[in-house]
């Protein structure tokens, strides 16, 4: 069935609607998460969005790295827009 007329410009309208809306909750759980993390770890360096890709890099002890991984759950949870990764650690004296 091709929508005609008022009924395709409504439809039109609902998508841009819900795409805007997807995008707005997107950047709000982004940015709830870059503050979860400022409160949570000292040393945060966020780097520029490239291809769709943030990327966060954490300063830590590899003491906590196991509670890390626990925080990477909840905050999956709590973004479900996002896909959140551990990457390897990077060696000692290796600058972003």
Aim: proline fraction near 5%; charge should be negative.
């Amino acid at each position: 069935m091709e929508l005609t007329g008022r009924d395709y410009f409504s439809a039109k309208k609902k998508r841009f609607q819900s795409q805007a809306a997807y995008k707005q909750e997107q950047q709000a759980e982004l940015d709830a998460l870059h503050r979860s993390l400022l409160q949570t770890y000292s040393d945060v360096v966020h780097s520029p969005a490239s291809d769709g890709i943030h990327r966060t890099y954490l300063l830590l002890p590899r003491s906590i790295e196991a509670e890390l991984w626990q925080q990477v759950d909840h905050w999956q949870l709590q973004c479900p827009h996002w896909q959140i990764e551990i990457g390897e650690a990077l060696p000692p004296y290796h600058f972003v």
